[in-house]
């Protein structure tokens, strides 16, 4: 490699690594945005409304991604969480660039699932312009839906169409046109400190513990061990027991651990408290 080649690799990688920090900064400065259309979100799911998640080549994979995770992380209904993306979201490797253009397309798709009164549309798009998503937006707010837009451009249609705007102003990438990069870096943060926000706001995060997790893996089943054991202060082979009465279920596993009578008596406890394990621990306490 030349000096000039290498060169100009620290150039890029330091314009990228500029980016970057731009792009959690921008974050930074739209939280309050972020947490207001959160509390809205937890509205939206306890009310037993859906959660569509949709967008266009990087943005929509970005909010695929997140997505993808919140049954797992959060245990949440996945027949309640939607994706739609631009194309379709079976090849994620051949995105139909063309799908983007078309908004009757993305209109037609969100009419496909009817009346959306109840229910939740959380749209991404770096320019906040991709006609496939201004064209879902516009059918689901004709239908009802609270949307909450995310873009990279202030002033874009998304934002002035949005129930709940949130600008992610992440500025210019270090390769032109690839929006992956840093406006994707503050896509992947702020749809992570929203669904996050979320299972706060549903109680399924206590002392920075996933205590909703869905244990269906050897990974996770160790995950949830552990969280029981941390959280009731007590050898693992205690938290065993108590994750085997409760049937896998954490937040009842824990409950039992500090003295609930079974798993009927942890649940009552819990729904008493609206499923937010903090308040049912203080009512078992007395």
Known sequence: MTLDAASAQTVLADAMLAGFRRAVEAVAAASADIAD????????WRGGGRCVYLGAGASGLVAA???AELPGTFGLDEARIIIRLAG???????TDAAAEDDAVVGEREIRLLGDLSKDAVIAVSASGSTPYTLGAVEAARGRGAFVIGIANRAAS????????????????EA???????????AQKCALGMLSTRL???LGHVHRGLMVNLRADNDKLRRRALGIVAT????????ARAALHAADG???????????AAGPRAAGALLAAADGRLELALKSLRG
């Open 37 to 44: 259309a959160a509390r809205r979100l937890a509205e939206v």
């Open 65 to 67: 991604e997140d997505a």
């Open 88 to 94: 379709g979201v079976e090849q994620p490797f051949h």
């Open 157 to 172: 249609p998304l934002l002035r169409s949005a129930s709940a705007p949130i600008l992610l102003d992440s500025g210019e």
């Open 175 to 185: 390769v032109q046109g690839s929006t992956r990069l840093a406006a994707g870096v």
């Open 199 to 201: 299972g706060l706001e």
């Open 231 to 238: 959280l009731a202060d007590i050898p693992e082979e205690r």
């Open 249 to 259: 279920d954490v937040k009842q596993a824990v409950l039992i651990a500090h003295g």
